[in-house]
């Protein structure tokens, strides 16, 4: 399995971009899939989650209500709809996939991985 993000750039305080990210390879496996963020000098964490048929996701709390995240399997894609941006949600952005079920929010429980976008935003 393949993943390509894009959409990531540089943003003022209060504005929104939608991350994408393309899946090739196996696309026909039940993978869930997830957004996870890495900021300098920090650990990769868990921004939100979606399973195969797009009926359930999980976010983390300091995104709830601002992020959200969905999926288009006729696309093979997977996006991050990110309003109401704030400068500490500046990071990599790196979407992820697992057959391991909804639910899981450890970067270890995820086996395949994207090359990551950057999201700078400005105050």
């Known amino acids: 399995v393949q993943l390509v993000e894009s959409g990531g750039g540089l943003v003022q305080a209060g504005g929104s971009l939608r991350l994408s990210c393309v899946v090739s390879?196996?696309?026909?496996?039940?993978?869930?899939m997830a957004w996870f963020r890495q900021a300098p000098g920090k650990e990769r964490d868990f921004v939100a989650a979606i399973n195969w048929s797009g009926s359930i996701s999980t976010s983390a709390r300091p995104v709830k209500g601002r992020f959200t995240i969905s999926r288009d399997n006729a696309k093979n894609t997977v996006y991050l709809q990110m309003n109401s941006l704030k400068p500490e949600d500046t990071a990599v952005y790196y979407c992820a996939a697992t057959q391991n079920g909804l639910g899981y929010t450890s970067f270890n429980d995820y086996d395949y991985w994207g090359q990551g976008t950057q999201v700078t935003v400005s105050s």
């Open positions: 390879g196996r696309t026909s496996s039940n993978y869930v």
